[in-house]
C-alpha cells in the first residue's frame, strides 16, 4: 500500500558516490531533501579485515540486491548475454560505490580533455582508428578544475599537488594540471607507497635516468 509523504524541495533517488555528495551543496542552499536509497548504512564492522569474505566472496556487494542487477555484457543484441563475475563492484548501501573503491582520487589530466586533437598533433591522424566515436571535450580542464577543487576538500582528499597555479613543485605530480592551492589533507607516507614515491622521486632527478623519466607520484586518495 502506498504512503503519501509530506511533500519536499529535492528527492534523491540513490544515495550513492554521485547523490550522496549531490545531497550537500542542495541542503547547504536551503533546500528540504529527501533520499531514497535501497541498500543500507554500513558499519565499520561490515569492512572487517577478513579475505576470504572480502576477497573471494564478494562482501559487501555480493549480498546486496546489486548482485541480481549486474548490467549484461553481449557483443551485439542477438548475442547471448556473457557470463560475469561473481563479484561485480556494483553496491546497493549508503555511499554506493564510493564505499569499495580504493579512495583513489585522480583528476583528469590537461590531455585527456584533447585526446583526438593531442593525438592528432603529436603522432597523426592515422593513430586515430577508422570509424571511431571518440571526440575532444568541449571545454579544458580549467573549466571543471574548481569543482574539482570543491569536492576535495569536501570528501577530504589527501596528497601532495604537482602544479599550483602553474608552479611545479617536484614532490607532487608534476604531470597534473594546474590546481588552485594545496590538497586539503597531507599525503599518507610509509609502507610500499611511500618507498615507491622515493623511488620515484630518485629517478626523476638522476642524470641517469633524466631522460627515460621513470616517477612514481602518491596517489591522492579520500580519508573518510
Excluded at 174 to 198: A, N, Q
Amino acid at each position: 500500500m502506498a504512503t503519501d509523504l509530506k511533500k519536499t524541495d529535492v528527492v534523491i533517488v540513490g544515495l550513492g558516490a554521485v547523490g550522496g555528495v549531490a545531497a550537500l551543496p542542495l541542503t547547504q542552499s536551503g533546500l528540504e531533501v529527501v533520499g531514497i536509497e535501497a541498500g543500507t548504512w554500513l558499519t565499520p564492522r561490515d569492512f572487517a579485515p577478513d579475505e576470504l569474505r572480502n576477497n573471494f566472496r564478494g562482501w559487501p556487494q555480493s549480498a546486496q540486491k546489486a548482485n541480481s542487477e549486474v548490467p549484461t555484457h553481449r557483443p551485439n543484441a542477438s548475442a547471448p548475454n556473457s557470463p560475469r563475475l561473481p563479484i561485480h563492484p556494483m553496491m546497493n548501501a549508503v555511499g554506493g560505490t564510493s564505499l569499495h573503491y580504493w579512495a583513489q582520487s585522480w583528476r583528469l589530466n590537461p590531455w585527456d580533455f584533447k585526446v583526438v586533437s593531442e593525438t592528432t598533433r603529436r603522432y597523426g591522424a592515422g593513430r586515430i582508428p577508422k570509424g571511431s566515436t571518440v571526440e575532444d571535450w568541449p571545454f579544458g580542464l580549467e573549466e571543471l578544475e574548481p569543482h574539482y577543487d570543491r569536492v576535495e576538500y569536501e570528501l577530504g582528499v589527501s596528497g601532495q599537488a604537482g602544479n599550483i597555479q602553474g608552479k611545479i613543485d617536484q614532490r607532487g605530480n608534476i604531470f597534473e594540471g594546474p590546481r588552485t592551492r594545496e590538497y586539503p589533507m597531507p599525503p599518507l607516507h610509509g609502507g610500499l607507497e611511500g618507498r615507491l614515491s622515493g623511488m620515484g622521486r630518485n629517478c626523476h632527478r638522476s642524470k641517469r635516468t633524466a631522460a627515460v623519466g621513470p616517477r612514481v607520484v602518491l596517489e591522492p586518495v579520500t580519508r573518510a
